[in-house]
């Protein structure tokens, strides 16, 4: 019992943090849009918009998991499963995408450096930091699932 309630406190405590990044995120995304130095051409907008949809539909889906292990019973639902192999694949996919958009925008808005030298930057290169975490998120539903059949064997055993 004690168990349950200390991993209720730590949601609460995750579910403020994760909300307070979202709100974050929002505003400074907000902010870098309708700044006066945003690139307002239509592939960089759509691109920027997309990445930024990604991750904000990562952080909505990492409250609506911390959420549900608050309230429900136990953390080993199907819900949950779900949400865990949603928030992987957008890891998985917001990797490639960084990537295309840094080489777009790179070759959209290139850097002149004077004297004729002109070069297309790529941005920071991430180096496979949203991919890894996004199969080790993976892995955590495969693991999530276990404990729902386990957790279903216990009770049948009952």
């Not at 943090?17 to 307002?40: N, Q, Y």
């Not at 960084?98 to 920071?124: E, K």
């Not at 991919?131 to 009952?158: H, K, N, P, R, W």
Request: glycine share 6%; charged share 10%.
């Amino acid at each position: 019992m004690a168990t349950i309630k200390r991993m209720r406190k730590t949601t609460l405590v995750l579910t403020v943090a994760v909300g307070l990044v979202l709100v974050w995120f929002i505003f400074k995304s907000a902010k870098a849009f309708f700044s006066p130095g945003m690139m307002w051409d239509i592939p960089s907008f759509a691109l920027t918009t997309s990445y930024v949809l990604i991750l904000l539909a990562i952080l909505v889906f990492a409250l609506i998991l911390l959420r549900s292990i608050k309230t429900a019973e136990t953390p080993f639902a199907l819900k949950n499963v779900k949400l865990l192999k949603a928030i992987a694949l957008l890891l998985v996919v917001l990797e490639p995408c960084s990537s295309f958009i840094q080489w777009v925008m790179g070759q959209l808005h290139p850097i002149d450096l004077g004297g004729g030298t002109v070069i297309a930057t790529s941005g920071l290169q991430l180096g496979g930091v949203f991919l890894a975490t996004g199969l080790v998120v993976y892995c955590i539903a495969l693991v999530f699932e276990y404990g729902i059949s386990l957790q279903q064997q216990a009770d049948e055993t009952l």
